[in-house]
């Protein structure tokens, strides 16, 4: 009982009517109550989709190995973030990728997966045509994107990370790229708010997100400082890119603690925990590191699947934190070749997988079997999320949300 006082936030009371098609109450009825969906957004990175979704010429072992692959991640997760980087949806001006994202998006929107596109703006993996722009006109072909992609998506992808890392940007000074130039003319806060203002214009109802991994007091400044300039922000993005090694419980009650009196919702959109060695802690940008071999070990297996326990779990209670995304559900391709998928590079399930498939679809999910009243009535607790009613081989679907009704009727 102590798990579930924790999570009263997570959960609500329920009462079923069940009536028959003339309305009669249908008392003394064996049912059971299956939740098929959590309100909570638990998610991957899943850009294996738009291949499989696309199939482009691949093999038949190559599809299969890829079904293999979402069929495990449909059995755990309910959310999907896709790759929306310029400089691979659009290399060349007016020739963007939007058949193949869409096909893709419309593949998990089909199972039921919510999709997130990641990112609308950011510095990095930019289009390089912009660079023969004025900045001006870079501007205006940012905003004509955003446009862009929130009207064909929309309906399909309407949560987005509108911008990302904007706490380097102004100043990032790897490269030269279009958006930095427009950064440093804007300043920070001013293209948050140029950006938030014209996706909000183009689909009103969507849900926007800020990025970063800086999750220094910078970071908090920039969110104060566009939350008091008005930019209308529906969630904190928060990564948490751990490949130097888990923060551990005090670090990550201490973010959290920093960034949830803005009183917003928190979204840990990129997490990463390994299962092979640790990068060295004097690496600065993690894109430096480049190894030939960074493989999986059962030894690290175990502690991957410790930590992911123990994060998922803190996150879980916390009221605001309202997503979790694994950055990589399989070793194979992942980002700098690091072992931080769920999967290993032949689909087999780490143990990371399993804890979390037990959290996900065991601990925090709500099956009961009970039997109506007199009166066809049924109360009790469960989860936030989808539910179907079983009763005489018939199915019924309702959700339990937190600010509904507590009765509801419902006919089979």
Known sequence: MGQTNELA??????????????????????????QINHEFLFGCGIFDVIELANK???SSD?????????NKFLDVFNFGTLPFYWGGFEPERGKPQTKELLTAAQ???????????????????TAPWLLDLSNKEILDAQFARIERELTDFKGIIDMWDVIN??????????????????AKDLGRVGIVKEMFAKAREINPNSTLLINDFNTSVNYEI???GCLQAGVPIDAIGIQSHQHQG????????????????????????????????????????????????WPSTPEFEERQAREVEEMYSILFKHPQVEAITAWTFSDDGAWLGAPAGFLREDNSPKPAYDVLNKLINDDWNT??????????????????????????????????????????????
Request: aromatic share 8%; charged share 30%; with cysteine.
């Open 56 to 58: 482009n010429g691949s």
């Open 62 to 70: 190559r599809l299969a190995y890829l079904e293999d692959k979402l």
């Open 367 to 412: 099956t009961i079997t009970c039997q109506t009243d007199a009166d066809g009535m049924v109360t009790f607790d469960g989860f936030l999320g989808e539910y179907e009613l079983i009763c005489d081989n018939k199915k019924v679907n309702f959700k339990i949300e937190k600010n509904q009704e507590t009765e509801q009727k419902l006919t089979i």
């Open 165 to 182: 890392e904007v706490v380097i940007m102004p100043i990032f000074d790897k490269y030269d790229n279009g958006i930095t130039r427009i």
């Open 9 to 34: 936030h997570r959960m609500a009371c329920k009462t079923i009517k069940l009536v028959d098609a003339t309305g009669n109450p249908l008392a003394g009825k064996n049912i059971t109550l299956k």
């Open 222 to 224: 920039l969110i104060d």
């Open 107 to 125: 593949w998990l929107k089909e199972r039921n997966i919510e999709v997130k596109g990641h990112p609308l703006c950011w510095h990095t993996e």
């Open 246 to 293: 888990y923060w551990g419980r005090e670090k990550l009650e201490e973010v959290l603690d920093r960034f949830s009196h803005f009183g917003l919702p928190l979204h840990f959109s990129e997490n990463t925990l390994t299962s092979g060695h640790l990068m060295p802690p004097e690496i600065e940008d993690l894109n430096d590191y480049q190894v030939e071999d």
